[in-house]
């Protein structure tokens, strides 16, 4: 009997012990959580961030590189604090949306487009072909010539201007960047602020 009590004195012992590191580790481990939720909610304030001034960018490029990143835009939430999307999906989302950007800001692109021109007292739809250059400078002429204008980012959105007498030249250069025209200098119009 005393050997069996020995052996279950010296069990309760190895199982305090026991109990007394599960305890430490159990601290430490609750010593991390709350370290990792604040790095969280530090995490969660800058992606919200990044949303906000990703989202007020987009409204001043133009209509293609906006089409281009709506799948991921849309995905902003419109309450940061309510969003049922991962941190890592949120930031996911502003990566993609700035890569398409910066792609799209190194490159020269043609496209066709419909644009509302005003004739006369009324405005009517005329398919045009619009030049981008990255995204800060845009062009666009209609195929018979008549209607031309250049384009930029303004303060809150992308604004077109009508530049009817630089209809030629910009059709000149819509030309070469198809192919369809020997490449040459071409003086365009361009307003520097």
């Avoid at 604040?38 to 919200?48: D, F, K, P, Q």
Wanted: aromatic letters at 6%.
């Amino acid at each position: 009997v005393r050997e069996e009590i020995a052996s279950i004195r010296e069990r309760i012992d190895r199982t305090q012990e026991s109990i007394s590191e599960a305890d430490r580790t159990r601290e430490e481990l609750a010593g991390q959580a709350d370290r990792l939720r604040e790095s969280s909610e530090g995490l969660a304030e800058m992606v919200a961030g990044l949303e906000s001034r990703t989202a007020t960018l987009l409204e001043r490029l133009p209509d293609p590189i906006r089409e281009r990143v709506r799948p991921l835009s849309q995905r902003f939430p419109s309450d940061p604090a309510a969003s049922e999307l991962s941190l890592s999906a949120r930031f996911q989302n502003v990566i993609g949306v700035l890569n398409e950007l910066n792609k799209f800001h190194r490159e020269i692109s043609v496209t066709s487009e419909v644009r509302e021109i005003a004739i006369g007292s009324t405005t009517q739809p005329i398919e045009v072909a619009a030049v981008y250059i990255g995204v800060s400078l845009g062009f666009y002429a209609s195929s018979d010539g008549r209607f031309a204008g250049t384009g930029t980012a303004t303060d809150g959105a992308w604004t077109w201007t009508e530049r009817n007498e630089a209809a030629a030249e910009i059709q000149r250069a819509i030309a070469i960047l198809q192919g369809e025209a020997v490449a040459e200098f071409l003086p365009l119009p361009v307003t520097i602020d």
